[in-house]
């Protein structure tokens, strides 16, 4: 009787990564929601115009006028927090899939041919892969400017070595699999053995990744727009809005630096949680 009801507890027992990942699915849901309803909010007149400047408002504190409190500026933080999501997303989607692109193709390519060619690329992305990645993004960025596409530009350089090594060194594993070896005497192409027999076999671990230098960016963007290099001012972005606030915290005004860091504090933590989970569901050995 004892020894059932010990199965049973142990098989009942509420499996804590499982309930991490849900967590964070939940945020990082809930953010694109947000991102996705922020014009639509202000169109309804539900919340401020994050660029416009309230005058007469300055530095209020959190009340049922302003939910967030406003700003030395006069800027509503509430709206700002809301639109700052948006800008976020686009720059964090957008720089990832562009190093996703490139990063997973060259890393094949690497991998497979093997040679001359693979060691070239692999010292150059290895040079690239030791640099700091905000040191790297921060150089990038006075180079190419400020914008999202300039931004998502100067942040995709320093994850395209990660995609590269994760896929080039699975497929150095994979390439000698017997199957590889039998499309190979079959008279199988090179990009044919690459795009049906390596790419679904080496894939795996990318969704991961992608998880994980998204939540990684998000704090690299911040830096850029506390540093004023990512976006323009006029756009509300997380990083330009505590770089605003620093000058106000001395005088008491708390909120307008706590909400934006909240945000991007929970934006992360949602991230990382969601690719932690899809970690250990492609890997179970990890557990």
């Known amino acids: 009787m004892t020894t059932t009801r010990i199965r049973l507890s142990r098989r009942f027992r509420p499996n804590l990564s499982l309930i991490l990942t849900f967590v964070g699915l939940i945020i990082s ?86 040679g001359k060619v693979d060691k070239i690329l692999l010292f150059l992305m290895d040079t690239i892969y030791t640099l700091p990645g905000l040191l790297l993004s921060v150089t990038l960025a006075f180079v190419v400017g400020q914008g999202v596409f300039n931004a ?19 497929t150095t594993s994979v390439k000698t699999e017997l199957f590889i070896e039998a499309a190979q005497a079959m008279g199988a192409s090179t990009s044919r053995v690459l795009s049906r027999y390596l790419f679904w076999n080496v894939i795996q671990s990318v969704p991961v990744l992608f998880t994980l230098n998204a939540a990684d960016a998000i704090l690299i963007l911040g830096g850029l727009g506390f540093l004023g290099l990512g976006l323009p001012p006029e756009v509300p972005e997380w990083g330009h809005d505590l770089r605003l606030a620093l000058d106000a915290l001395p005088t008491g005004i708390w909120w307008s630096a706590t909400f934006p860091g909240l945000a991007m504090t929970l934006m992360v933590t949602g991230l990382s949680l969601v690719g932690e989970g899809l970690s250990e569901f492609l890997n179970p050995k990890s557990r």
């Open 29 to 114: 849901i809930g953010f694109i929601l947000i991102a996705l309803l922020a014009p639509t909010l202000q169109t309804w007149g539900w919340i401020q115009d994050p660029t416009a400047s309230l005058i007469n408002p300055i530095h209020q504190p959190p009340g049922s006028s302003y939910w967030f409190g406003t700003t030395r500026q006069g800027y509503d933080v509430f709206a700002r927090t809301l639109f700052g999501t948006q800008a976020a997303l686009k720059v964090v989607i957008l720089a990832t899939t562009i190093s996703l692109i490139l990063g997973v193709p060259v890393g094949l390519v690497s991998g497979y041919l093997g």
């Open 152 to 170: 998502a530009i100067a942040l995709s350089i320093a994850y395209i070595p990660q995609y590269y090594r994760l896929v080039r060194n699975h």
